[in-house]
């Protein structure tokens, strides 16, 4: 007899304001030895128990068991049976035997591309995932030193991803360990299927990989969104800081005006020396730190979140101050003073280790813990369980159900599975070029995996034999992509030479890590709403380019770039400069794209090669974008009520869903809010609104001090806010007009309305002319200090004063700029001075 059984889709909006999804267990077939479980209209589990007991207890990798109910269509004729989603059809030969290509296929849908998978298919073209650390990497490749003192090279190699240009991927967990139902910490158990069952979870997706990676969090949990203050500057470096040190560095960043909301201690807040087991240490360093719960009371007044590294693997030893409590826990006699080693997988150990060690740290205010495990892969105990993966998981869990705060852990990537415990770090790489070319690409490249959020050690860790200097350069090149990656972290070895604390620098060097530093914090209010996309889709901030373009082969081809969220192409300068300017190649895609550093609204569908200044880094806006930045005063993260600056971008209409929420509790899913911007132009008429904001969070303000900038372009003719007129500012190092909402009600909407004069944008690159031949003339007396300067070259070098005095006269004095700077060569020549100051020039101005 045939049977048809159907359930309803549910479709949720990014941002649904509504928790409320019909959930379902998902199963749609069910014999004596075979279950087949629609997860979602992409991902279809496949069980074969040999003796009929299937497993509904979640697994490190298939952790959810229920799911939004979907349309699958099921097809029972007695022989076959047939399960069709909107993205593949599953075809299964009815028998008792094990899934093999005799009794099961699936096939793309009509509408998705072509693929066809059968048990025991090779998957050809995976697009990589990401690896457990970068210790001893140089690019690319694994550099070490052998026994012999002989230098060894061997490529490095990311584990596979979720995702192929196959078009499926599948899944194999039937050796996948399994929790339990612990409300704190659910425990780690072993299966006790029969030899020869299978758990699969297939994957179709064709080429939507954005699709896939969504479905892939369906079934093994979201992404989870880090506190706000995460998102901010980390400052790390490995070095026996004592109390006053620290203390006197948190004022010499606030007296550089250094925004930072992450103090990192290294190892040495606990005792180190061989007497008190060295790198393991679970009791604090009073020769260093008198006074710890102070201490830690001293960096919450100065609302800095503060993390402890730890290296557990040595266990708790007699001299530690717990030690008499956990060992008669664990079964040991204090009095014999044995050794208590480290086991992950025992639950009474580790509880201990929490309630005698880590929870009373916390309670003083230790934020979250630095779990630096790089010792034994796997536990003594069970087999195969990867340390790793199970104390991100122990460590994770027990702050996300025992603490008011947003649950963050800093650590090592375990596996699939890991993206859950979100916050990785990268580990002990090289100090060199190579480093810093690789990081986009294995950036990147993690989202394949949910594990968007690694934080690397800006400017490598370790620097290679020989190497005694810190390459200013190849540093603040660093940090500039730091600005523009998941995590904001500096930290190096505990080598004398490389001390990367920005004072000790020269002025220019200290300034460009400065900008790159708030460029991070202007950019928090869009990365923090990606950040909820990442939760809701799956998809990390830091992408390929491949995920938007499948089709094209470029965006396989140019693997050090990326995107920066929905708006944002990223292709970082990775090389050193030539006469001042680095040059780097840039794929971009249709449309348009806004060269910020230039000005210059660029075609798409082309490669391009661009020159960029030590101040100049090639970021790439897609035309018309809305961007929420924080206003340039805001230097800390925590308060919800930051003033804002809405950029909106020359080249087209814009949108954006600005995501707010409390910023550093666990509400999130159901306690936030979002507010719509967009930007519609029609002939020289531009609107900006600002939708009434929807939904709500704890502390959320009702008024925000918002203004809203338009970039490259000339003053208005007429500006209107709900239709009154008001007053404007302009910029002219930005060409840019800044409208100051005050102090505005959310809940409200605003309206802004702007008249230009015909061809009002300045998008073609002048933006970035002026910034160079300005900063050129500034410098240009430091080589010949007699200059006196000729009608042509000094007026161009007052431009920005200019377009201030003469506001009417704008469209002119640009035009004759530009003309000047076209005929710049001519004009240098003619310009009184030594040969060897016009050279200078030139290339100092990039031509």
């Known amino acids: 007899m045939k049977k048809i059984f159907t359930a309803c889709l549910t479709v949720l909006s990014v941002f649904s304001l509504s928790a409320t999804t019909p959930q379902t267990d998902g199963i749609v077939y069910k014999d004596k030895t075979k279950r087949f479980t629609v997860v979602s209209d992409g991902l279809v589990r496949m069980e074969y128990a040999p003796d009929g007991k299937f497993n509904d207890a979640p697994s490190f990798i298939g952790y959810n068991r229920s799911y939004p109910k979907t349309d699958a269509k099921v097809t029972d004729d007695g022989k076959n049976v047939t399960i069709t989603t909107s993205k593949l059809t599953l075809n299964y030969k009815k028998c008792n035997s094990p899934f093999s290509a005799d009794n099961l296929t699936i096939v793309s849908a009509e509408g998705v591309k072509p693929f066809e998978w059968k048990p025991g298919t090779p998957q050809k073209m995976n697009l990589e995932g990401t690896t457990r650390t970068l210790d001893w990497w140089n690019g690319d490749e694994l550099q070490w030193e052998n026994r012999e003192g002989e230098w060894c090279t061997r490529p490095g190699k990311l584990d596979p991803g979720v995702l192929a240009r196959d078009g499926w991927t599948l899944i194999d967990d039937s050796r996948g360990f399994l929790l339990d139902d612990d409300p704190v910490i659910p425990w780690v158990k072993k299966r006790k299927s029969k030899k020869g069952a299978q758990d699969f979870y297939f994957i179709g997706y064709g080429s939507d990989y954005k699709g896939a990676l969504k479905d892939f969090t369906t079934l093994s949990g979201k992404i989870p969104i880090l506190p706000r203050y995460a998102f901010g500057y980390w400052w790390s470096r490995w070095w026996a800081y004592s109390e006053h040190e620290v203390r006197q560095l948190i004022d010499n960043f606030k007296s550089y005006d250094i925004p930072v909301e992450v103090l990192v201690i290294d190892m040495d807040w606990h005792y180190t020396d061989a007497e008190h087991g060295g790198w393991t240490g679970w009791t604090w360093n009073r020769r260093l730190f008198p006074e710890p719960e102070k201490f830690l009371n001293y960096l919450r007044d100065r609302n800095l979140k503060v993390t402890l590294n730890l290296h557990p693997a040595s266990g708790i030893k007699k001299f530690e101050q717990a030690y008499p409590q956990i060992a008669r826990e664990n079964g040991v006699d204090p009095k014999t003073e044995k050794d208590i ?52 998981h122990t460590f994770f869990n027990k702050m996300k159900n025992t603490s008011d705060a947003r649950p963050i852990i800093f650590h090592r990537w375990g596996g699939l599975g890991n993206h859950r415990y979100q916050l990785g770090f990268s580990g002990d790489s090289y100090t060199t070029w190579k480093t810093l070319e690789y990081m986009p690409y294995f950036t990147s490249t993690a989202s394949n995996v949910g594990y968007g959020y690694w934080g690397h050690d800006i400017g490598g860790f370790r620097a290679l034999p020989g190497d005694s200097i810190i390459d200013l350069e190849l540093y603040t090149r660093f940090f500039q992509f730091g600005a523009y990656s998941p995590v904001m972290r500096t930290h190096s070895d505990k080598k004398v030479h490389l001390n990367k604390e920005p004072w000790n620098f020269d002025r220019e060097t200290l300034n460009l890590i400065r900008d790159a530093v708030k460029l991070r914090y202007r950019n928090v209010p869009y990365i923090y709403s990606m950040a909820r996309k990442t939760y809701d889709d799956g998809v990390s901030i830091c992408r390929p380019m491949y995920y938007e373009y499948p089709e094209t082969e470029e965006a396989y081809d140019y693997k050090g770039q990326y995107y920066f969220g929905d708006n944002m192409i990223v292709a970082p300068v990775v090389s050193p400069a030539v006469d001042g300017y680095s040059k780097i190649k840039v794929w971009l895609p249709e449309g348009k794209w806004y060269e910020e550093s230039s000005g210059t609204l660029l075609d798409g569908n082309r490669v391009y090669e661009r020159t960029m200044a030590m101040d100049e880094y090639p970021v790439y806006i897609k035309a018309g974008s809305v961007i929420p930045h924080h206003a340039a005063s805001v230097d800390n993260l925590r308060s919800n009520s930051a003033p804002l600056s809405i950029s909106v971008y020359p080249g087209g209409d814009g949108e954006f869903d600005l995501y707010e929420d409390f910023g550093d509790d666990d509400n999130y899913a159901d306690n936030f809010a979002v507010t719509k911007i967009r930007s519609h132009r029609e002939g020289n008429t531009l609107d900006i609104t600002f939708e009434p904001r929807k939904g709500s969070y704890r502390e959320m303000p009702s008024k925000r001090d918002v203004d809203v900038k338009i970039h490259a372009t000339l003053q208005p003719e007429k500006v209107t806010v709900d239709g009154m007129p008001v007053e404007y500012t302009y910029s002219p190092e930005e060409l840019a007009v800044v409208v100051d909402l005050g102090d505005y009600d959310c809940a409200k909407g605003k309206r802004i309305n702007m008249v230009f004069p015909e061809n009002a944008d300045e998008a073609d690159g002048t933006i970035g002319s002026m910034h160079r031949f300005v900063k050129a003339f500034g410098k240009l007396k430091d080589k010949y200090a007699e200059l006196e300067v000729n009608e042509d070259f000094g007026t161009m070098s007052v431009i920005y004063e200019m377009l201030e005095y003469y506001p009417t006269e704008s469209r002119e004095r640009l035009s004759t700029f530009r003309d000047k700077f076209s005929r710049l060569k001519d004009i240098v020549a003619g310009q009184p001075m030594p040969e060897s100051a016009r050279k200078w020039f030139v290339k100092a101005v990039g031509l």
């Open 341 to 392: 080693p480290w086991v992950s997988s025992d639950r009474t150990f580790i509880n201990s280790v929490f309630d005698h060690i880590l929870d009373p740290m916390t309670k003083e205010g230790v934020s979250f813990w630095w779990l630096d495990w790089q010792q034994s892969l796997y536990d003594s105990k069970m087999d195969s369980l990867s340390n790793t993966w199970w104390l991100n």
